[in-house]
């Protein structure tokens, strides 16, 4: 399993790519809003696309679903079915094929992604697991958590979530959607949001 990452669009919003080195399929988590941009490296690292997996539907994550399936009209987007309810001006770019939910996995080749449904941020947030990563979206940040002053947002939820994610069994690299990468351990140890969720 390779990752790749870069921020797109002027709030920095992180692209992973998570990719079989072995067969060279890829599945791309939340595509910013430049999926033109997206699609031009995955042609350059002759990666192909077999999924496109939504942490949640706020614009800034997924603005680039439009451009990525014009250059893969196959492309399978996933969703969680809360977020299609969000107010249109906080989706603006958001289109969808399958919805997941809690407990799904989706395998790729080797990797086996798991959802785990975490609203707080989102009604539909969810963060996604594969192997020792933990691709969090807006819910978990290197020392924060996502807003969730927002339409549709919930700080009860948002704590459930957190307390959720410091419950996993385990560590975790943290992906999140803004900033850099952490720890599962170090967010548990530092994290004033997270250490409120577990009080």
Same mark, same amino acid.
């Given at each position: 399993?390779?990752?790749?990452?870069?921020?797109?669009? @002027?709030?920095?919003?992180?692209?992973?790519?998570?990719?079989? *080195? %072995?067969?060279?399929?890829?599945?791309?988590?939340?595509?910013?809003?430049?999926?033109?941009?997206? %699609? +031009?490296?995955?042609? +350059?690292? +002759?990666?192909?696309?077999?999924?496109?997996?939504?942490? &949640?539907?706020?614009?800034?994550?997924?603005?680039?679903?439009?451009?990525?399936?014009?250059?893969? @009209?196959?492309?399978?987007?996933?969703?969680? *079915? %809360?977020?299609? %309810?969000?107010?249109?001006?906080?989706?603006?770019?958001?289109?969808?094929? &399958?919805?997941?939910?809690?407990?799904?996995?989706?395998?790729?080749?080797?990797?086996?992604?798991?959802?785990? &449904?975490?609203?707080? &941020?989102?009604?539909?947030?969810?963060?996604?697991?594969?192997?020792?990563?933990?691709?969090?979206?807006?819910?978990?940040?290197?020392?924060?958590?996502?807003?969730?002053?927002?339409?549709?947002?919930?700080? +009860?939820?948002?704590?459930?979530?957190?307390?959720?994610?410091?419950?996993?069994?385990?560590?975790?690299?943290?992906?999140?959607?803004?900033?850099?990468?952490?720890?599962?351990?170090?967010?548990?140890?530092?994290?004033?949001?997270?250490?409120?969720?577990?009080?």
């Amino acid at each position: 399993m390779k990752l790749y990452s870069f921020p797109l669009g @002027p709030l920095e919003t992180n692209c992973y790519v998570v990719a079989d *080195e %072995a067969t060279g399929r890829c599945a791309i988590v939340d595509p910013g809003d430049d999926g033109a941009a997206v %699609a +031009q490296w995955l042609a +350059q690292q +002759q990666l192909t696309p077999a999924y496109l997996f939504l942490t &949640h539907g706020h614009y800034d994550h997924v603005g680039g679903i439009a451009d990525l399936r014009a250059e893969y @009209p196959d492309l399978p987007v996933y969703v969680h *079915e %809360a977020d299609i %309810a969000l107010p249109p001006q906080m989706t603006r770019g958001l289109s969808w094929t &399958h919805t997941y939910g809690e407990g799904d996995t989706i395998s790729m080749d080797g990797i086996t992604f798991r959802v785990l &449904h975490t609203p707080g &941020h989102t009604p539909g947030s969810v963060c996604l697991v594969a192997g020792t990563l933990l691709l969090s979206g807006d819910t978990l940040f290197a020392g924060s958590c996502g807003r969730t002053d927002f339409p549709g947002g919930s700080w +009860q939820q948002m704590l459930a979530s957190l307390k959720k994610l410091a419950q996993l069994e385990g560590d975790y690299t943290v992906l999140p959607g803004h900033g850099g990468a952490t720890t599962l351990q170090t967010e548990r140890d530092t994290n004033p949001y997270m250490k409120e969720a577990l009080r």
